[in-house]
């Protein structure tokens, strides 16, 4: 039977000084956990549970394990590589899964937990597992889902390092790959084949915003007895939730917008408890792409704000879009946000009606040459925006993807993809709206 610890009215016996004493709060947490070898991880005060049907603002603020016995009202951080167990039998039963319990941080973490839990939440998913980048997370995916033999089919616009990855690495393995129109849902049904396993898109793509149907593709999968892939690392569940549209699994990349501040790298896939569980909770078992303790601590405090930060910086976004493209020097503007998007409607419509916080635009020039010397050019004379590969912080980032995220991809891969040497992708920020322009303007002044 479960017992409370001693509280300080209830004095010990000291074996050292040999009088009554009050117990010290090691000896209290020593008894607690003797008595209750789970009781650091588990709720022993009073605790509601949370009601059912909570706005998305709410849940990620709320969604998350228990408080610990402590009280927290912040979720707690532990850092650590192991778990005490309070006996050899225990620690069998925990290990072999036939008992909950936590036994080594490769395996599972209260604070990692408590993440996965909230992003779960925050997408409508069943279930969630996080990883150390959001490329082991696309990585946790194909080992768990893929074998020689198995057929993929990606868009042509995926990020860069995605498309290395499925049709590069996944290729040595014997995966096939085809790589068609993100807009074209006809491409995407021609391409499917008796071996097609997974439906991979990411919407909007980086850098171009393109924006793929989530319920034509999730369609087209299901028809075939695939699974639809949805990276939703642009437009966060904010914005999109694509389960609630038919997809069967997300990606994230919470180095970007679920931090928010640019501090930490981390990843995710959502989706339901067997896929979570029982597809991919193995090979994480074995393969380690676990997320730190630490990591995941900042991911929770960073959904905290997600919803308000999207809201702000998607405002933000569209303000400068439209003004770029009133701007001489810009040949053209790549933002769903945009009337002059092509799939500006569906965006509206799948994307809560904003256009996110990423917007990439061309400069002018003549040739390839020309145009990459002149993006260079408006990009050195800048003084206040970061050059910087990364998107989703709170400070406004500018990059090359030409030379820097789809730099590895053959010049023949990224004009398929359409990023020409001119572009510039603008991760908007929350600097003021009209010191954003002046810096942006000070850059087109050099052209």
Sequence with gaps: MK???????????????????????????????????????????????????????????????????????????????GYVQPDAETAARRFAGEEEGYTYARLGNPTVASMELRLAALEGAEACIATSTGMSAILLMCLGLLKSGDHVICSHSLFGSTIKLIGGEFAKFGVQTSFVSQTNV???????????????????????????????????????????????????????RPIAMGADLIVHSGTKYLDGQGRVMAGALCGTRALIEDVFGPVMRSAGMTLSPFNAWVILKGLETLSIRMKAQSEQALALAQWLEAQPQVARVYYPGL???????????????????????????????????????????????????????????VAHPASTSHGRLTEAQRQQAGIQQSLIRVAVGLEHLDDLKADLARGLAAL
């Design 3 to 81: 017992t409370a610890p001693r509280s300080k009215t209830n004095p010990i016996w000291s074996r050292t000084v040999h009088v009554w004493r009050y117990p010290t709060p090691t000896e209290q947490f020593i008894e607690l956990v003797s008595v209750n070898p789970a009781g650091l991880f588990e709720n022993v005060m009073s605790q509601k549970p949370l009601p059912e049907n909570l706005h998305i603002d709410t849940l990620a603020v709320r969604a998350a394990l228990d408080r610990s016995q402590y009280g927290e009202n912040s979720e707690a951080m532990f850092l650590t590589s």
């Design 186 to 240: 006809a491409e995407w049904q021609a391409a499917i084949q008796p071996n097609t396993r997974l439906l991979f898109a990411e919407t909007p793509t980086n850098p171009l915003t393109e924006v793929c149907d989530i319920r034509a593709l999730a369609d087209v999968a299901h028809a075939s007895n695939a699974l639809l892939v949805v990276d939703n690392c642009f437009a966060t569940p904010v914005l999109q």
């Design 339 to 397: 009337k002059s998007h092509p799939q500006h409607a569906l965006a509206m419509a799948q994307q809560s009606g904003m256009g996110g916080a990423v917007l990439s635009f061309e400069v002018k020039g003549s040739s390839p040459e020309q145009g990459r010397e002149n993006a260079f050019k408006v990009m050195n004379a800048t003084q206040m925006v970061s050059l910087c590969t990364n998107l989703g912080d709170v400070k406004t980032l």
